[in-house]
């Protein structure tokens, strides 16, 4: 029996070492040594650990987005949500520089214009809550740089430390939520500024406060006495009662400048708060400081704050491809990738995060993938193979005969270019103007030729209809321009937030007042930051309904650029326009989310907070706000609205422009219900989408939808994305089965090329758009193998022996 059961053993140790064996193939890498660095830290051993334990390499993050390059090359999709969290930081320190100084457009008086601490805590609560893939949002002020209107007889007086921050909690436990489900809408908002004089390890501005990089990468800042080392913005700003002014305020460096606005620190452990591994964007706020001084030579501006916004680093795609030409460090996961570098190349693909797998192994030129196999193989695939599976399979098989790439180019015949020509109608009989967008089947040149033939000076030629499109002109404009939309999300929920849990009649016990209601210039302040803080957003509004707004009738505060990069800025109150018709209550978009939202808010998302703040003008503690928890309702991107492109000759932007509206909500007079009191809109170029010429569902609203050029009996179309609004954004890749036959350093005919070449055939000029089709694999080479030489001749002296016999 004793035999039997150590048999059992011998052989259950056999087959673990014969399960752990198989993936050996497999060496340690870089990605290893992260991931155990990653994993070794939790929040109860980080208060313990040495610092250099609680963050990861630099080059951890790779491809950073750099606001200097956002316009020139296409920012991927595995990079959209830190561009994302770039513009957010940008954008809310342009807005805080404006504030902080705007106190200059007013006249003198004893008081302060700057927001109160409920408009800061809001404020950061809104950067989190408008967008998933944020986790938290901080204002660091410098020591005595931050003053408030939150205390009594506070005039020019600072906070020894001030630094409202949020975070998102997970709330799985909370007992706010019987259902035990986590909604990732619970915040925890505290003032990091509430701490005891005495209290050193509190204190932020110390080196080793939670690996404090984020407040070093810009505090304090040392001006040395001079009143030029910040960088100015301008803004013409037109009132309501048709006033002008031209406000001239300092911000954050220009995208010009180096290093730029923008810094990222390395990942870092959030530890005792929210304990998770975090990215961070850093961006100064400039003040002039001293304040009240009488003597303006002797004020600066300065650096006194820095917005901080973070993103969780298990949400950041990782690169494991190998470096080069468009893939450049530094890059610590680079070449950590199981593609077979003789015969596949590694291509990143988006939304994987931190693990391995985000990746596909395409055939290198010259090569082909086998009969059997459809599609690249997928790195998770990979990943996740036995060393058997991996040695015997993934490879590419070389294509045996390869032709050049035809130098000398013919007209094509006659009979085929009409073939073609029949095949493609819309290109032999088509209309020009206005009117090619409606032929039944699109002329996608003519198209093009007259959208973007329009600009200020030929739109008044046309017809205002002729102006507008219909929505399938905009295909996937939700989603290309999805950062955009959220950061006009960002503003609607602060405004809901303020209007719902902020009461300016509220008494408060101590010197501590509740802040004043939202004013004119801390609106257009906002407003105007979503351009500044966006280079897509061509214009932003936020428009008030009729007596929504204190001591208003109307309230629409417009921001807008003439350029695209420019430091000049223009805003004005939509409120002057007041005749009939011209009001902008009566925008299409804004009668219709008004009419959408008039009595029914159920399906509105409700955010909860817990707040605590200072215990008094100095700090001391951190004690619970007196509504605790609290919580507003607001909207989301499915509650706002996409209008169709149109060209507004009579606007301020001259631009085919896609507008986003989203609604925000208040308290009605006797707080009882919910209502609306309002929109925010922003406005984007739409000839800054991708089309998409690839064959889609037929329910898809795309007015391109296939009108490639790609031979579909041997290929099919793929997007290639940055291509902007013009034809060419795809690629023909082979069909499975078919193969490449050009001597070429890529494996696909490009769309931009197809198209000219057929557009050639069309004039009747030379053309070599005939040779851009695959061909079939298989039989394109002369082999010959030892095995079925050797079985036909043997089979073949056979038979003829045996008719020698006969």
């Excluded at 909690?169 to 004089?197: C, M, W």
């Excluded at 693990?355 to 997928?378: A, D, E, M, N, T």
């Excluded at 036995?386 to 032709?403: L, T």
């Excluded at 696909?748 to 090329?753: A, E």
Aim: a neutral charge; proline letters at 6%; hydrophobic letters at 35%.
């Amino acid at each position: 029996m004793g035999l039997l059961w150590r048999s059992y053993g011998l052989f259950a140790v056999l087959t673990l070492m014969g399960v752990l064996a198989q993936y050996e193939w497999q060496p340690k890498d870089a990605f290893d040594e992260i991931k155990v660095r990653f994993d070794k830290v939790n929040g109860d051993n980080c208060p313990i650990l040495p610092p250099r334990d609680l963050t990861l390499p630099e080059d951890s993050v790779s491809h950073l987005p750099d606001i200097k390059d956002v316009n020139i090359n296409p920012v991927f999709p595995n990079r959209t949500a830190l561009l994302h969290l770039h513009n957010m930081a940008l954008s809310r320190a342009f807005f805080w520089s404006y504030i902080l100084q705007s106190r200059f457009i007013r006249p003198a008086i004893n008081d302060t214009y700057d927001p109160g601490m409920m408009y800061y805590f809001l404020s950061t609560v809104a950067d989190v809550s408008s967008n998933r893939h944020i986790n938290a949002s901080a204002i660091y002020f410098a020591p005595n740089s931050s003053f408030s209107s939150s205390y009594r007889g506070f005039f020019n007086k600072t906070f020894p430390r001030f630094a409202p921050r949020t975070y998102r909690e997970d709330d799985f436990n909370d007992p706010i939520h019987l259902q035990k489900i986590s909604t990732l809408n619970t915040f925890y908002v505290r003032d990091l500024g509430a701490f005891p004089p005495d209290s050193a390890l509190h204190d932020y501005t110390i080196k080793n406060y939670h690996i404090n990089e984020w407040y070093n990468l810009w505090l304090p800042d040392n001006v040395d006495k001079r009143h030029d080392t910040k960088t100015t913005y301008q803004v013409e700003i037109r009132y309501a009662n048709n006033t002008n002014e031209t406000f001239t305020f300092h911000g954050p460096p220009g995208a010009d400048e180096n290093p730029g606005p923008v810094k990222f620190t390395k990942p870092y452990f959030d530890c005792r708060r929210s304990n998770k591994w975090l990215v961070a964007a850093v961006t100064p706020i400039a003040d002039i400081y001293p304040r009240h001084t009488q003597f303006r030579h002797i004020e600066y501006p300065t650096y006194t704050a820095v917005s901080v916004l973070e993103m969780d680093f298990e949400r950041i795609d990782i690169n494991q491809c190998p470096k080069g030409e468009g893939n450049k460090g530094p890059n610590i996961f680079a070449d950590t990738a199981r593609c077979k570098k003789e015969t596949t190349e590694c291509e990143p693909i988006d939304g994987w995060g931190f693990r391995r797998g985000g990746y596909q192994c395409r055939c290198k030129p010259g090569y082909r993938l086998p009969g059997v196999v459809r599609r690249p193989y997928l790195g998770e695939i990979l990943e996740r193979a036995s060393d058997e599976q991996f040695y015997n399979g993934f490879d590419c098989m070389k294509i045996g005969w390869v032709q050049k790439v035809p130098i000398k180019w013919f007209r094509a015949p006659t009979y085929v270019r009409e073939q073609y020509l029949n095949r493609y109608y819309e290109y032999k009989n088509f209309t020009t103007g206005p009117s090619s967008l409606h032929s039944h089947k699109l002329n996608i040149n003519e198209v093009l030729k007259f959208i973007l033939g329009v600009n200020a000076r030929s739109c008044k030629n046309y017809h205002p209809q002729d102006l507008m499109l219909t929505g399938e002109f905009a295909y996937e404009a939700q989603k290309q321009f999805e950062n955009e939309a959220k950061m006009a999300i960002r503003l609607a929920n602060f405004i809901s937030a303020f209007l719902q849990i902020s009461d300016p009649s509220e008494v408060y016990s101590g010197k501590r007042v509740a802040d004043k209601p939202l004013t004119e210039d801390q609106m257009m302040g906002e407003t105007l930051a979503l351009v500044l803080g966006n280079t897509r957003i061509w214009s932003a509004t936020t428009l008030w309904d009729r007596r929504k707004f204190p001591n208003r009738t109307l309230f629409g505060p417009y921001a807008y650029k003439r350029e695209l990069n420019t430091r000049k800025f223009n805003l004005e109150d939509l409120a002057r326009y007041n005749k009939t018709g011209e009001e902008y209550i009566d925008k299409p978009f804004f009668r219709l989310l008004k009419q959408r939202w008039a009595t029914n808010f159920d399906s509105l998302e409700k955010y909860y907070l817990k707040i605590r703040l200072r215990h008094n003008e100095t700090g001391e503690y951190a004690q619970r706000y007196e509504h605790f928890p609290n919580f507003y309702h607001a909207a989301t991107m499915d509650h706002g609205y996409w209008t169709t492109p149109e060209f507004d000759c009579k606007g301020y932007v001259k631009k085919w422009l896609i507008t986003y509206a989203v609604p925000f909500f208040g308290w009605d007079s006797l707080k009882a219900k919910l209502e609306f009191k309002g929109v925010v809109a922003v406005s984007m170029n739409m000839l800054q989408l991708d089309i998409n010429q690839c064959p889609d569902d037929y329910y898809e609203p795309n007015a391109f939808k296939n009108t490639h050029k790609c031979d579909e009996k041997s290929s099919y179309c793929v997007p290639i994305l940055g291509r902007g609004y013009e034809t060419g954004g795809y690629k023909c890749e082979c069909l499975q089965g078919f193969e490449y036959p050009y001597e070429d350093l890529i494996t696909y005919y490009d769309g931009q090329l197809v198209e000219a070449e057929f557009e050639n055939i069309v004039n009747d000029k030379e053309s070599r758009f005939e040779t851009f089709k695959c061909r079939l694999a298989g039989a394109a080479a002369l082999q010959v193998q030892f095995t079925i030489v050797v079985f036909v001749s043997l089979f073949g002296w056979i038979l003829l022996r045996r008719n020698l016999q006969c």
